[in-house]
T-cell receptor, first 116, second 109 residues
Framework: ETGVTQTPRHLVMGMTNKKSLKCEQH?????MYWYKQSAKKPLELMFV???????ENNSVPSRFSPECPNSSHLFLHLHTLQPEDSALYLC???????????????FGPGTRLTVL | KNQVEQSPQSLIILEGKNCTLQ??????????LRWYKQDTGRGPVSLTI?????NTKSNGRYTATLDADTKQSSLHITASQLSDSASYIC????????FGTGTRLKVLA
């Protein structure tokens, strides 16, 4: 995909490991998002960044630490995760933050995370 | 509470058949409603967007409807193909994006 890319596509980690997920968007958007997708649940919004500034943290545990160095890149740093954190982590971008008419969100392919 | 509910949760149909997926929402204020298709192991991809004044919109074999009075939307798939096997997610935009749980569709040969 050339729109929103995510690496790695698959990740297996132990509970004591530290790893990072990377997202990059090539669409010139200003807003970027991290979502968690678990089986049979709606997508859960984790973090929102607009113009590199965090505008929303949806009560996410501190073992997930986002970083947005610029409008095109978004990272999710992981440490001391729990098995229940195993899920598909999706990154998305949109022209700006979705307030009353937010633009279409474009999603990356996701990172399938397994915590042992 | 802003909510988006989809039905059925899962659906199995034979190739060539039609099907209709439902989305009911209790979201206010309403800005627009999107249907996304998510293939296994991939991110969601937008199929169509419905605004308050639109009743019907088509995208190839996909036709979305919106009844803003009853707060219901449907996605109709005509002449299904094996490649239609995926999850279909309804997303309503208010001050935020409100996601439904999705309908998992499997098309059998």
């Amino acid at each position: 995909e050339t729109g929103v890319t995510q690496t790695p596509r698959h990740l297996v980690m132990g509970m004591t490991n530290k790893k990072s997920l990377k997202c990059e968007q090539h669409l010139g958007h200003n807003a970027m998002y991290w979502y968690k997708q678990s089986a049979k649940k709606p997508l859960e919004l984790m973090f929102v960044y607009n113009f590199k500034e965090q505008t929303e943290n949806n009560s996410v545990p501190s073992r997930f630490s986002p970083e947005c160095p610029n409008s095109s890149h978004l990272f999710l740093h992981l440490h001391t995760l729990q098995p229940e954190d195993s899920a598909l982590y999706l990154c998305a971008s949109s022209q700006d933050v979705g307030t009353g008419g937010g633009g279409e969100q474009f999603f990356g392919p996701g990172t399938r995370l397994t915590v042992l | 509470k802003n909510q988006v509910e989809q039905s059925p949760q899962s659906l199995i149909i034979l190739e060539g058949k039609n099907c209709t997926l439902q989305c009911n929402y209790t979201v206010s204020p309403f800005s627009n409603l999107r249907w996304y298709k998510q293939d296994t192991g991939r991110g969601p991809v937008s199929l169509t967007i419905m605004t308050f004044s639109e009743n019907t919109k088509s995208n190839g074999r996909y036709t979305a409807t919106l009844d803003a009075d009853t707060k219901q939307s449907s996605l109709h798939i005509t002449a299904s193909q094996l490649s239609d096997s995926a999850s279909y997610i309804c997303v309503v935009t208010s001050y935020k994006y409100i996601f439904g749980t999705g309908t998992r569709l499997k098309v059998l040969a």
